[in-house]
Every structure is written in C-alpha cells, then in structure tokens.
C-alpha cells in the first residue's frame, strides 16, 4: 500500500491569497493542516525540507518544532515538489527595513500593524476598503 505524507513547515493551512485582507484588517480564517487531513490516510509531516536527493529518492527534513515533528530523510517514489514563493531583497539597501509585502502572514501582520499605527497618528483620516485585489486593497483620504 502507498503513503501519503505531507510535509509541510507551519501546521497551518496559511490562505496566501487572502493575506491583503489580513494586512488591511480583517480577521481570516486559519485552517490547522491536522484537522484538514484527519481522516484521509494522508500522514502529517510537520518539518522544513532542507535538500532533495533525486538520486536517492529521498529528502532531507528538519523538526519544525512540534512534538511530532521528524529529522532525517523521507523516501519516496513520487514527489511533488510545492514549497510555494517567498520575497527576494537582492541585498538592496532598505528593502528589508522599509518595504512591505503581503506573501506571508508575518509579513502581512507587520503591514497590518504599520497602517493601524498610520491610522491612530491620524485619526482622521480613513480607511477604506474598495475591493478584493491586492493592489486596490487599502485606500485613505
Ligand atoms: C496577496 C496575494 C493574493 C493572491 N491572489 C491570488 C489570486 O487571486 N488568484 C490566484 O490564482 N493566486 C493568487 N495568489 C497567488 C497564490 O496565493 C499562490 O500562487 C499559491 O498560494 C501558490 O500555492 P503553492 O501551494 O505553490 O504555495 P504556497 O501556498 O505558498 O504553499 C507553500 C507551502 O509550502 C510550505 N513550505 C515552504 N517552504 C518549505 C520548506 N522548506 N519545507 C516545508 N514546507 C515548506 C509553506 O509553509 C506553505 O504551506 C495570491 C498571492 C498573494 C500573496
């Protein structure tokens, strides 16, 4: 019979495309992977994959540090390889410091903290919403 392992590095389910919403204030739901995969054969992996050995078939797993969590190589016949995007500073003086994005809930919350900041340093101005998509996501006046 044939496992099924999802390794994943947080144990939850993050809705990435939801993260401007997050960054603008509004509460998103969290899905914990555990509870979405109770129940199907598919095992939980809480762990960092730190290497692929296509050689080998296997991939190298750090603890993410939970209980459960494992360290060491997972084999596999089939691998679907998913690990997602994350932001490139380039090294570039300030990015790091002053930019903002929304690709990562850490990062949408850092938002999410500078205009409520913004918002009570100015507490006439106002926020308002006016659509779903990122770039529309926030507006005052
Ligand atoms: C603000 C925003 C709005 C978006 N809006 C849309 C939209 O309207 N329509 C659309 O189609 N797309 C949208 N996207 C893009 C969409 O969210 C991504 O294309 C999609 O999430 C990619 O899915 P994925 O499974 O490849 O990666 P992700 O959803 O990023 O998932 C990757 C997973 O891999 C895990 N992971 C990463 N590295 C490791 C590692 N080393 N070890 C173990 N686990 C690891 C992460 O924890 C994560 O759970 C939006 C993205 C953002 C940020």
Request: net charge positive; with cysteine; hydrophobic share 40%.
């Amino acid at each position: 019979m044939k496992h099924r392992i999802v390794v994943n590095a947080v144990p939850v389910f993050v809705q990435r495309l939801r993260l401007h919403q997050l960054a603008a204030g509004h509460e998103i739901g969290t899905h914990m992977l555990a509870d979405v995969f109770a129940g199907t054969g598919i095992r939980l992996c809480l762990a960092r994959v730190t290497a692929v050995d296509p050689e080998r078939q296997v991939v190298a797993v750090a603890g993410g540090g939970d209980a459960d969590a494992v360290v060491g190589e997972l084999g596999y016949d089939t691998l679907v390889y998913a690990l997602g995007s994350h932001v490139a500073g380039h090294g570039v003086p300030g990015v790091a410091e002053h930019a903002f994005h929304v690709t990562a809930r850490p990062a949408a919350l850092r938002l999410r903290e500078r205009l409520d900041s913004r918002i009570r340093g100015h507490p006439h101005r106002r926020h308002r919403r006016t659509g779903s998509h990122p770039q529309r996501a926030d507006h005052r006046r």
